[in-house]
């Protein structure tokens, strides 16, 4: 599950756009948009929320097949002072997850950003568990909160060539 996970916060990182957008939540009813858009929902319920969302597309595009029922929909929005990329994930028209995804050139504002969002997760969740990653220059941080219904990944992960991108996001538990 968290092999999971991680793969979509690397999917955040190499879809990130860039562009601006606007919605009228706050930031803390981004930050806990678990409150704000129940997992369920549908893509045109989403687009309700915000209005600016792109179309729903097959995950990764045309390099996954449409026939797996797997979408996303991505939105620019600004979030703490910064701008990220907000994605939705479908799974036959139902959302189970969304993340967000900021952008860094330098490493002092990814990890001022990842400390921020590490503490304000905790007094929401509480404790969390911590996995450290490394593979030659890149390197990978992440917390994690397991609840009953979902989870939350927050990373930081440091790119090769020196980029510094913050994931973080909410992905439906499923029961078997």
Not at 4 to 23: D, M, V, W
Not at 55 to 67: F, L, R, V
Not at 112 to 128: P, V
Request: hydrophobic share 35%; charged share 25%.
């Amino acid at each position: 599950m968290i092999r999971k996970f991680l793969l979509l916060g690397l999917l955040f990182i190499f879809t990130f756009t860039g562009c601006s957008s606007q919605t009228a939540l706050s930031d803390n009813e981004k930050l806990m948009l678990i409150k704000e858009l129940a997992f369920g929902v549908t893509y045109q319920e989403v687009k309700q929320k915000f209005p600016d969302v792109g179309p729903n597309k097959p995950e990764g595009h045309p390099e996954i097949d449409a026939k797996e029922s797997l979408t996303e929909a991505t939105v620019p929005t600004n979030v703490l002072g910064y701008m990220a990329e907000l994605e939705f994930n479908f799974e036959d028209n139902k959302l189970y997850g969304y993340g967000f995804s900021v952008e860094f050139n330098d490493k002092t504002g990814a990890e001022n950003l990842y400390i921020k969002l590490q503490e304000f997760y905790r007094q929401e969740f509480g404790a969390y568990m911590v996995e450290k990653q490394a593979e030659g220059d890149n390197l990978t941080i992440s917390s994690f909160w397991y609840k009953s219904d979902f989870e939350l990944c927050l990373v930081h992960h440091k790119n090769w060539d020196g980029r510094h991108f913050v994931n973080w996001g909410f992905q439906r538990l499923t029961h078997n």
